[in-house]
């Protein structure tokens, strides 16, 4: 991993940061003068505010030294921030139960996006789902010998215990693990993966939901904020080490981003294709997808996340239901709002 100043993008594959387990990390400040602040990101469509601060030079509104990292994957950053690393994680809000699980000194003090989600499948599988409905998934493996290959984040993840709830809340179709075999494709390799067909579908984010369903023989089935509606995807997670002016300062910018998201979409498409060197043209297609739906109150995902807690948990990646409470800080974002 390398630090970076925030105009300055990095692939970071967090080689050689502690492990998780036993390695929570006090961190500090530089002293005696102004404070650092460092943040760790993943290249996704659901941290939309981060383009558009980095874009805007939002980051220059804190009294702060600000770097950045990005990380090629969420595990890495969730790595990062439990080294002490980072001190402002921008990644999914099942990676902060864990590290909060885990005794990580930080909370969730805004949301990023919502209803994030795309479940993008094979013609033929698509059409089965038309049809059947739940009953897709065994008749497919009925006719074909072997289940349906649903690939997507790590179990515990985000687009995993999306999965998990579509397939046993909303369709109410059997365990997870009965319906599908499901490989870690992270959500870069999708439309890699899918190109050489080796996945039957996939739950993933923009911009490489879009990219996936505008491959030949692909079609998306199912949109995650109909399974459950106004599910958080990634969200804020800051570490105690911040000052509370510095806290307070962070969330008010990511709030002036979120409103110019919604202001102007495709100048925040701009934002993000540049960011992410996307194709212009593909940046502004993904940002008019379902699945781009951003937000800055932490209080709108505060139920949903803990309705996806308990599958969080039965993966065992944390102990069990998380409360609202445990995760999040709602003070600064009121104080700001």
Request: glycine share 8%.
């Amino acid at each position: 991993m390398v630090s970076v100043s925030r105009r300055e993008m990095i692939a970071a594959t967090g080689a050689g940061i502690t492990a998780l387990a036993g390695c929570v990390s006090g961190g500090t400040s530089s002293g005696g003068g102004t404070e650092s602040m460092h943040v760790g990101w993943v290249p996704i469509y659901s941290n939309m505010q981060y383009f558009v601060m980095t874009q805007r030079g939002y980051y220059d509104g804190l009294d702060a030294e600000v770097s950045t990292t990005k990380f090629a994957s969420g595990p890495a950053a969730v790595k990062a921030f439990a080294a002490g690393d980072i001190d402002v994680g921008l990644f999914g809000v099942t990676p902060s139960m864990v590290l909060t699980d885990k005794g990580v000194n930080a909370d969730v003090l805004a949301a990023n996006s919502r209803n994030g989600f795309e479940m993008v499948a094979t013609d033929d599988f698509a059409d089965r789902y038309d049809e059947q409905g739940a009953d897709a998934f065994e008749r497919y493996a009925d006719d074909r010998g072997s289940k349906p290959v649903w690939g997507t984040a790590p179990d515990g993840s985000v687009p995993d215990t999306l999965t998990r709830y579509w397939l046993e809340k909303d369709l109410d179709a059997g365990q997870t693990e009965d319906l599908v075999d499901k490989p870690k494709v992270p959500p870069a390799k999708a439309p890699q993966t899918a190109q050489s067909r080796d996945i039957t579908g996939t739950t993933v984010q923009e911009p490489y939901a879009t990219l996936v369903a505008g491959i030949d023989g692909y079609r998306q089935i199912e949109w995650s904020g109909n399974v459950l509606p106004g599910h958080p995807v990634t969200v804020s997670f800051v570490s105690n080490r911040v000052s509370d002016s510095l806290k307070r300062d962070f969330v008010e910018q990511h709030v002036r981003a979120t409103n110019a998201i919604r202001d102007d979409p495709a100048s925040a498409a701009t934002d993000a294709a540049a960011v992410l060197d996307l194709d212009a043209d593909l940046a502004e297609r993904a940002m008019a997808s379902k699945a781009s739906d951003f937000l800055a109150n932490p209080h709108d995902i505060a139920d949903q996340s803990v309705a996806m807690s308990t599958f969080v948990a039965d993966v065992g990646n944390i102990s069990g239901e998380m409360s609202a409470d445990e995760l999040f800080d709602f003070s600064v974002y009121d104080d700001v709002a």
